[in-house]
């Protein structure tokens, strides 16, 4: 093995995932201390658009791996890519955004490595000559501390919003391999890739999130109370598990330990109580607002500002004020 770092540099419409980006900033402190180099690997139809982007990341060298067959994500297809850039370069470890992508793809390639894996990752540390990390474990009450095996390559799946993204960096070594499809990479195959969530903002690149809860009571109701504070703040819905599950958001929207983890300069909980499995996903917002009628819910302990009130009053009366103040 060498003492390399390889980072799967996630891409989507010719953009690197942030979560992806975000990765490269742990891989290189840890390249510090193994001595190693940090290695991007980008998949996909055309990845030069990435790979030019990826220069200004820091990273010591990419390998692209380009065919008209990796056009769209196949768990399989995107294994058998990410396995030969692994058997290429021997790195110690491998990290991934842990994105539905990455948290599909890792275990899958960590079988066919026979490496260790570890999910979700929010610290990664080199100590005793191996890879140690800490991960939530029991639905986020806890957090766990794993230790890799120093004989195996260490495969991580990083959560998104924990890290910075990484700046300043250039002239990384350029290196393409070819794509060849294992035996049954074709029993799956992925015809069209359809965006959820419409023209709103994703809640993972937006500076300001509005989300409801269970109390919004309707999807109509998110539509006329939630979403125009959103608009007049430019800001991405979110929204409360109750609240999808219900039906009044799509998971797509959905902030917490089974959603989305967040990480805004402004985030307004309405209606949201706050149960741990929440607070999961958005404590690592800048400022937190609550609007909750319980001066009790455990969400106003993590809020900045609370306000103890009816959202159906004040989310509307914010809504104006916000408009006025843009007129
Ligand atoms: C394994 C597991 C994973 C989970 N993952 C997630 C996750 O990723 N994300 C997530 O959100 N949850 C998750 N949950 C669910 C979580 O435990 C809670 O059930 C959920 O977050 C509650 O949603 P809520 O706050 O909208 O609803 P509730 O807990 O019912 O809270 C509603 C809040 O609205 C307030 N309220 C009511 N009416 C008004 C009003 N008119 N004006 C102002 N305030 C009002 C109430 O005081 C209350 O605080 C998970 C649970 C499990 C077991």
Redesign the pocket.
């Known amino acids: 093995m060498t003492n390399d770092i390889l980072v799967f540099a996630e891409q989507r419409d010719d953009k690197i995932h942030p979560g992806a980006l975000q990765a490269i900033a742990p891989a290189r402190e840890l390249a510090e201390k193994t001595g190693g180099a940090v290695v991007a690997v980008v998949i996909g139809e055309a990845t030069d658009a990435t790979a030019s982007a990826l220069d200004a990341t820091g990273v010591s060298k990419i390998i692209t791996i380009s065919d008209p067959a990796l056009k769209h994500y196949s768990t399989t297809r995107y294994r058998t890519a990410l396995v030969s850039a692994i058997e290429t370069l021997n790195p110690r470890i491998v990290l991934l955004a842990a994105t539905f992508m990455g948290r599909d793809l890792a275990p899958r390639v960590a079988v066919r490595v026979k490496g260790a894996l570890a999910t979700d990752v929010t610290e990664l540390h080199w100590k005793d000559g191996t890879l140690e990390v800490r991960r939530p474990i029991y639905?986020g009450k806890a957090f766990g501390l794993v230790q890799f095996p120093s004989d195996r390559v260490a495969i991580a799946s990083v959560r998104a919003n924990t890290f910075a993204a990484p700046s300043g960096g250039s002239g990384a070594t350029r290196e393409s391999l070819p794509f060849s499809a294992g035996a049954g990479d074709d029993r799956v195959t992925t015809k069209e890739i359809v965006r959820t969530g419409g023209a709103v903002k994703d809640v993972t690149e937006a500076d300001i999130i509005v989300s409801g809860?269970?109390?919004l009571k309707s999807e109509e109701n998110f539509e006329n109370v939630i979403f125009p504070l959103a608009q007049a703040l430019d800001a991405a819905v979110g929204a409360?598990?109750?609240?999808c599950d219900a039906g009044y958001q799509p998971h797509s929207r959905?902030?917490?330990?089974?959603?989305k983890t967040v990480t805004p300069k402004l985030y307004i909980a309405?209606?949201?109580?706050?149960?741990?499995?929440?607070l999961a996903?958005m404590r690592g917002s800048k400022v937190i607002v609550a609007?909750?009628?319980?001066k009790e819910?455990p969400?106003v302990k993590v809020a900045d500002y609370t306000v103890p009130?009816?959202?159906?009053q004040v989310v509307p009366a914010l809504t104006e004020e916000v408009k006025k103040l843009h007129a």
């Open positions: 639905n809860g269970r109390s409360s598990r109750a609240a959905q902030v917490g330990l089974t959603g309405c209606g949201i109580s706050g149960a741990i499995q929440h996903g609007i909750n009628t319980d819910a969400i009130h009816d959202l159906f």
